[in-house]
């Protein structure tokens, strides 16, 4: 599944014109550019080498992941996609849940997407599984496991309901935007529980 993300995201990509790539991502601070860096940079990852990144980066993440940006971003666009290309097979992973590669592509993908008017089908299975992930991880880590406790999250297209307290409820791909802090989703969803997303993202 990670692999057949990266192969959609690689053929949205080669389709942009290169001025595309400096439009503001949803990742505040990052370019589309800057996205898809990260991507090239995190499928590279193993899990030695993310405890010594880290270690480098006085285990700040924000300073690790900006590192891994400049040394994985291209000349151009161009040089940017063939990384990618070249590593879109790979099977390497920090250390996390093989789970995290899914929310990696699946959310990033969103990133790069949404801002460029672009839409994907994504597997239903693959947005769950990460949506899961995401709500099963501290907040310290990136994840929401703390929302849970304030709300109730209903796929309207997925088989899924978790969380206790006032619902949210709307497509999964937008429930796991919105634990992801992505606040452009919450116009997504409806019901009393997207006032505890609004806060907590």
Wanted: hydrophobic content about 40%; proline content about 6%.
């Amino acid at each position: 599944m990670v692999h057949a993300e990266r192969a959609a995201l690689i053929e949205d990509l080669a389709r942009l014109d290169e001025d595309r790539w400096r439009e503001p991502s949803l990742c505040e601070g990052w370019t589309v550019h800057d996205v898809v860096a990260h991507l090239v940079d995190t499928a590279l990852t193993t899990r030695i080498g993310f405890v010594v990144g880290l270690a480098r980066a006085r285990f700040d993440f924000d300073r690790q992941n900006a590192v891994g940006v400049e040394r994985a971003r291209g000349a151009d666009p161009q040089e940017t996609l063939r990384r990618l290309r070249r590593v879109a097979t790979r099977t390497s992973t920090p250390p996390a849940p093989l789970d995290s590669r899914l929310v990696e592509e699946v959310v990033h993908g969103e990133d790069i997407r949404r801002p460029l008017g672009l839409t994907r089908p994504y597997p239903t299975q693959a947005v769950v599984r990460a949506l899961l992930l995401q709500t099963r991880t501290p907040a310290s880590f990136g994840g929401a496991k703390e929302l849970l406790n304030r709300v109730r999250l209903t796929a309207t297209d997925a088989d899924l309901a978790i969380g206790t307290g006032p619902e949210a409820t709307g497509p999964a791909l937008s429930l796991l935007l919105a634990v992801s802090g992505r606040r452009v989703a919450l116009d997504d969803l409806s019901g009393p529980g997207v006032a505890a997303l609004t806060a907590g993202s």
